[in-house]
């Protein structure tokens, strides 16, 4: 998504995010985002995507990778019978 996107998303779902750039030559920024009492800063929009999602759905999709990663734990003394 490009910021402008990400901003509008953002906004739809409550929250006030602001980019600031912290590296002109590279291109790099920092985000910001607040809701209420929550705020938070990322260095990637892929990062400020992700928390604001967390939030949104309290973290249902952390708890849902956790328990995934945990089901693919392979046993490998059981592979070598």
């Known amino acids: 998504m490009v910021w402008?996107?990400?901003k509008s998303w953002a906004t739809q779902h409550g929250y006030?995010?602001?980019?600031?750039?912290?590296d002109k030559l590279n291109n790099k920024y920092?985000?910001?985002w607040k809701q209420d009492?929550?705020?938070?800063e990322e260095y990637s929009t892929l990062s400020l995507i992700k928390s604001?999602?967390?939030?949104?759905?309290?973290y249902?999709?952390?708890?849902?990778q956790n328990?995934?990663?945990?089901?693919?734990?392979?046993?490998?003394d059981d592979l070598s019978h």
Request: hydrophobic share 20%.
């Open 4 to 6: 402008k996107e990400v």
């Open 52 to 58: 604001i999602y967390n939030q949104i759905t309290e």
């Open 16 to 22: 006030q995010i602001e980019r600031y750039s912290i």
């Open 30 to 32: 920092r985000y910001t």
């Open 37 to 40: 009492d929550r705020c938070g």
């Open 67 to 76: 328990q995934y990663c945990s089901q693919q734990i392979i046993n490998y």
């Open 60 to 64: 249902k999709y952390v708890e849902h």
